[in-house]
């Protein structure tokens, strides 16, 4: 068989079945992420973060997320706090699979300290934009599971558990 021909019947047949398949995500739906992530713009350390979405059509969500990290050497202490909103397109969903992709805008206060005498502690502020790919995997019709990474993001790899309701 034609090598055109094997892809395009492969592409009809994966098309139409999630086609008829219930999705996870629609008009709608409120789902909640919970996890870790690691490396990212503050030190490349591990931060945690939650992220609300809720689905203005079939395929398009927006919402918010919440985000910290903190990291510690010799003689210094680095926290991180995001706070921003995302908004993420969902592409071929299934009733398990729920594939995204998206970006970020969010507001990051950086603040550090020393330890020693001749330090002053310092806060710094900044806009952050970032965009993200992922997909969530679903255990049960609302609790999965949930990889992630992002390009100039919090984090650049995210795991956790999602909840949808």
Known sequence: MNKNLLLFVATIFILSSSAFA?????EGTNAVNLGLG????????????GSYEYGVTDNIGVGGNLAYS???DYDYHYSAVLI?????????TTDKMDPYAGAD????????????????????SAIAFGIHGGIKYYLSPNVGVFGEIGIASFSILGVGVCFKF
Do not use: E, K
């Not at 690691?38 to 973060?49: E, K, Q």
């Not at 921003?84 to 071929?92: E, K, M, N």
């Not at 507001?107 to 550090?112: A, D, E, F, M, T």
């Open 22 to 26: 219930q999705n996870s995500f629609h």
């Open 105 to 124: 805008l969010g507001y990051i206060v950086l603040s550090h300290s020393g330890f020693n005498d001749n330090y002053r502690p310092h806060s710094y």
């Open 70 to 72: 903190s990291f510690s």
């Open 84 to 92: 921003g909103a995302r908004g993420s397109y969902h592409f071929l």
């Open 38 to 49: 690691v490396g990212g713009t503050v030190w490349g350390g591990v931060s945690i973060g």
